[in-house]
């Protein structure tokens, strides 16, 4: 797979004594969705030492609407400033990455396996031909290998973005909460796969980050309206 979700291999929800699990970061966004979790339920990653909160976790701040009121409680003088509020730890977890997929450059994976395998067998007649398979193979490696460390894409709970380049890298992104529409194409024989280009809009026709070529396209698009939904 050309795609990862670096939270979805297992994450445990502490509920009424129990540790249910293991989930996904797309079942805990269906559970938050649907009721069956809370912002401020307690999880657990597997191999973490301290537990936290799901809205922690998604990298969701909580809102104080009534931070300068004050507590009628309390005994300090209302004449005193208040005390700071303790720091928030950002957390920018990556929810997915992924890069273009290699069965999209047919010729590329072609060269690569035909110029092995032909090297290997014509190795008797002539070894003249196995040098000439062998750069044929890397050629293609090197043309999917470009490929694939040039476009990373990028998903967050609050952001989306896609990195281009090798030595000099570029970036550009986009808000969760400005996206306006997702438009997923999936084409020919690679389509039938789930390959396809996933268009995220925030106004007008043009999109403003695109994950061209990628597995399950439609999964992601998914995933980005439960952030939406969720958030």
């Known amino acids: 797979m050309d795609g990862e979700l670096p939270l979805g291999d297992a994450v445990y929800v502490l509920k009424e004594g129990r540790r249910l699990g293991p989930f ?27 537990c936290e909160r799901l ?10 609407d009534e931070e300068d009121q ?34 999209t450059y047919p010729l590329s994976l072609l060269a690569l396996i035909g110029g092995v395998t032909g090297g290997i067998w014509l190795y008797r007649v002539d070894p003249t031909f196995t040098l000439a398979g062998l750069g044929l193979a890397t050629a293609g490696l090197v043309r999917l290998s470009l490929v694939r460390f ?24 986009v808000r969760v909460a ?23 809009l925030t106004s007008g026709d043009e999109p403003e980050v695109s994950f061209q ?7 992601i698009k998914g995933l980005v309206r439960r952030l939406q939904d969720a958030g």
Do not use: Q
């Open 213 to 219: 070529r990628v597995w399950a396209a439609r999964k």
């Open 178 to 200: 400005d996206i306006r529409s997702i438009n997923v194409t999936c084409r020919g024989l690679a389509g039938m796969f789930g390959i396809g280009t996933v268009d995220f």
């Open 24 to 50: 996904t970061v797309e079942d805990l966004l269906d559970g938050l969705e649907s009721g069956d979790f809370a912002e401020d339920d307690v999880c657990l990653r597997e191999g973490a030492t301290e």
């Open 150 to 173: 040039t476009h990373d894409y990028r998903i967050r709970a609050r952001r989306i973005e896609i990195v281009t380049g090798l030595l000099a890298r570029s970036s550009r992104e």
């Open 70 to 103: 004050t507590d009628p409680s309390d005994p300090s003088d209302p004449t005193d400033p208040p005390e700071p509020p303790p720091a928030k730890t950002h957390r920018d977890r990556l929810l997915y990455i992924g890069h273009p997929s290699v069965l």
């Open 55 to 64: 809205r922690d976790l998604l990298d969701w701040e909580e809102e104080d």
